[in-house]
């Protein structure tokens, strides 16, 4: 299967009503130019399951901003004011979860798991509904997977079969993701030629890997 797109349609893939995850953190590690290309898009009603939803005018953000989401489902807004003023004008639905457990639904989602056991939130709203195990006399809360459709996501270098290497920081929540949708779209900043990347670099494997854009950083 050809892997290499360009942007146009890679934008195409991701049609209204999606569920869509979207690496990154705080905008670092965030494919940003096919959120753009989505901005520019209009593509709507769209779920998003991501750490955060970055700034107003950066990554994530733009696309709030443009209010493409129907609902967000994050660890915190507090840097995007704009979705906070969404959330409670109840023009988009936000789901705040702890941030550690929101990157352990997302690992359940790609492995195949039913939901992962944790004590956060108990006590709290977080466990409004949720359903509370006893295990060895302590009670955590069951929190189910997330998956997605799309999960669009950004590599430092990427070789054209797909395997990834990301720089630092940037990793986050990229490779998780990455295995938790039905289809992966990467933003390389440089493609490379397979063979190219040192195995041992190589986070997410290539079989992971739809489609790749970018390469021009």
Do not use: W
Not at 23 to 49: M, R
Not at 116 to 121: A, I, R, S
């Amino acid at each position: 299967m050809k892997k290499l797109i360009t942007m146009k349609e890679a934008v195409a893939k991701i049609q209204d009503g999606m569920t869509v995850m979207v690496g990154g953190f705080l905008g670092c590690g965030s494919p940003d130019g096919i959120i753009d290309a989505l901005v520019e898009s209009g593509v709507k009603d769209l779920t998003l399951i991501g750490n955060d939803t970055a700034f107003p005018d950066r990554s994530v953000g733009k696309m709030v901003v443009a209010k493409q989401f129907k609902k967000i489902i994050v660890s915190h807004i507090g840097t995007n004011p704009e979705t906070g003023r969404q959330m409670n004008a109840g023009e988009t639905e936000v789901d705040l979860v702890p941030q550690g457990t929101l990157a352990e639904r997302i690992r359940c989602g790609g492995f195949g798991l039913g939901g992962v056991l944790t004590p956060t939130g108990i006590g709290t709203e977080v466990e409004d509904e949720k359903q509370r195990i006893k295990v060895d006399g302590k009670i955590y809360l069951l929190e189910t997977p997330l998956k997605a459709d799309v999960a669009i996501i950004r590599g430092c270098k990427v070789d054209k079969k797909g395997n990834i290497y990301y720089h630092a920081t940037a990793r986050n929540f990229n490779p998780l993701m990455a295995m938790a949708a039905e289809t992966v779209i990467v933003e390389a900043m440089e493609i490379v030629e397979a063979g190219e990347l040192d195995p041992e670099c190589i986070v997410t494997p290539f079989t992971f890997v739809d489609y790749i854009v970018g390469g021009d950083k």
